[in-house]
């Protein structure tokens, strides 16, 4: 038997498979192949078949989809497109006594989708020897027969069909019976014992008989059984089956012990020849595993799990026999029907993800395959998705959706999706199932960096040193990775002709300005720079913002002294009248400070004088006045020492010295040559008697002068000196405010003899209705300011003296 199996597989892989024209019924292409082939053997060619390049199945992900689920069996090459044989095919155990054993694929192509129905046509081989129910068949027969009594025999069972079923029977030569083959209602074969000479029972009580079954197949097989005839009393009346066939209608699932059918046959004879016993005469095995028969009341209960999805009908021949061995036989039909039992199966068949941010709306994300074992409505199968999430399904082909976004996608917002899909049945009651499809955003770079301030202000303190720490800007990016990495830098600009980057430096990492320099508030007290914040994506975005820069100021500027002229100019000396009361303003000294605010805020105070308790000066604007009304017997000569002070921390301090003259008139200048000073050597005797002589001289032939002037012009300034030319100095403010600012502006021309430029006389003249800017104290105005004799102008006259020149 097992050398006969072995050529007939071998025959099969020698068959030539070729392709049948496609049936409605079946699908787009058709195969037909024979049952029992060996694993990678070539069924056909699907590539070619229906037209698709060869070339495309893999970059279309071809695949192969069975319709319902079951086995695969077979396979697609995606190399060569060829249609091969994956599993061992038993077309005996797929479709049983069927004379149709279709197998259905789906031949799923994506990009676009596409899907081909393939039907595989199982053809039957003989594989299978025709096999008996039993081992042994016992026949009783009365010795009453008479020739030509026919006696049915059990019908022998082939699991394969058409010619390679059971075609005939043979019975061991004996010299009673002959068989006799007939052909039943649903084409089976059976044989018949016809008894040709009649049977003795004194002769022979029994007998054995080989009975031979052969199928028509090449090469044949049979099966053999042996028929032992026991000769007993006449019983001449065979069992009667109420039904010729049982149909039956049966839902899936039953319990277990359950009633499907009872048969049920009357026997016309008395006593044992009128018992019937009931017994499965023709059933597959699988049959066998659901249905169990009880032999004496004919009744078929449920043994096994009956499923649709399985099965769909079964089919069974009872046999009804007498206790004589007389039988008859009837068919049994169950058709099974669906319930609602199987919840719809959602098969995600492609995903891309990561999908990008920048995908336009209704593109493709993933393939949805849904698939119901039921049938009728229970099969028929709608699919939802959750609200609130961009994606949508659209129907394709049959059980086919396409995953589709809805709106524009942002990974800042919303980076990953658990999209839930219900797929929900049409059954009484209807049956769901949920699948969660988990899907990643990737990252575009479509943010620019944002900076946390929409302007940046950072104060320094002057004299800072190179690399102190500035500001620190921040900007943000939400995008991912690189494209989230943010660099910072300086917009390149310059500062009063410098280039930016000779000031500041930052930090491309960090955001951290860093100071290149020390800054010097006098030159520059504020300054703007942008900062640049780019990411690294591809092409990168960038934001720009300003971050101004102050310098605050510091106290590192001493009071400058303008008037009276610092140590190491000429000696001045002012002429203070002896009739000079309490209160008068005797001079005055002014200063001013570089720095700024507070820093610049001076006070001015007396630290040595000649006479401590005849003049004060004011703290704030640094006007010297008498103390008390001048004596006769106050010191002709007054030196004062002034310090100013500045209000900053430290403060600093400048000092100057002032010389002051009480006299009422110029006649009293020669006792000038009396005049000393502590601070001065041996010379300053003979530089003074010098400059008394020139003095006297020019002031009688100034007197000459004044006097022919008047006379020619009332107009004109009366001068003191002969041949004088006068020329305006400077305009000294006589106060300074809290903020450093000059008030009550007092304008101090200075007139030089033109023999010499050492002795000077100084007219002072309060101008009340007057003041002059800031940037204007140290320059020399254009026109010479006219002087007045009288009284009401507040003439003062004050004589300098270069004690160089005095002897």
Known sequence: MGDKKSSLSNLACGLVFFLISALPCFGDVSYSVPEEMKRGSIIGNIAKDIGVDVTSLSARKARLDT???????CDINLNSGDFIVSERIDREELCGEKASCPLKYELVLEDPLELHRITLQIQDINDNPPTFARELIKLEIQESAVKGAR????????????????????????DHFVLAVHTNTDGGKYGELVLERELDREEQKELTLLLTANDGGTPQRSGTVVVHIAVLDANDNIPVFSQAVYEVSLPENPPLGSVVVAVSATDADEGANGEVTYDFSRISDKTKKVFSINHKTGEIRISGTIDFEEESVYEMRIEGKDGAGLASHTKVIIEITDMNDNSPVI????????ITESAIPGTEVGIINVQDKDSGENRQVRCSIQ???????????????????????????????NITITATDEGSPPLSSSKTVQLSVSDVNDNPPLFDEQSYSAYVTENNKPGTSVISVRARDPDWRQNG?????????????????SFLSINGDTGVIHSVWSFDYEQFRNFKVQVVARDNGSP???????????????NDNSPQILYPAPTGNSLMTEIVPKAAHAGSLVSKVIAVDADSGQNAWLSYAIVK??????????????????????SESDSQKQNLVISVKDNGKPALTSSCSVYLLISDNLAEVPELKDMHYEENNSKLTSYLIIALVSVSTFFLTFIILIVTIRFCSRRKPRLLFDSAVAIPSAYFPAEVDATGTLRSSYNYDTY????????????????NDMTLPTDQTLRKPNEITDTKDSAEDGFKCATLLDPKQVN
């Open 540 to 554: 990168p975005l960038s934001s720009n913002v300003t971050v101004s820069v102050f310098i605050t100021d510091e």
């Open 485 to 501: 990495t943010v660099f910072y830098s300086l917009l390149s600009s310059e500062v009063s002709g410098v280039p930016v980057s």
């Open 347 to 354: 098969h995600l068949k492609s995903l891309k993800n990561p």
């Open 752 to 767: 030089l003899t033109t023999g010499s430029r050492t002795s000077d006389f100084k007219f002072v003249r309060s101008f």
């Open 609 to 630: 004088s000649t006479d401590p308790g005849l003049f004060t000066i004011a703290v704030h604007s640094g006007e010297i006045r008498a103390q008390r009304d001048i």
């Open 387 to 417: 609200q609130n999430v961009p994606f949508k399904l659209v129907p394709s082909i049959k059980n086919y959706y396409s995953l589709v976004t809805t709106s524009e996608l942002d990974r800042e917002l919303v980076s990953d999706y």
């Open 151 to 174: 006696f049915p025999l059990d019908e022998a069972h082939d699991a394969d069909i058409g010619q390679n079923a059971v075609q005939s029977y043979t019975l061991q030569r004996n």
């Open 67 to 73: 319709d319902g689920g079951h086995r695969r069996f």
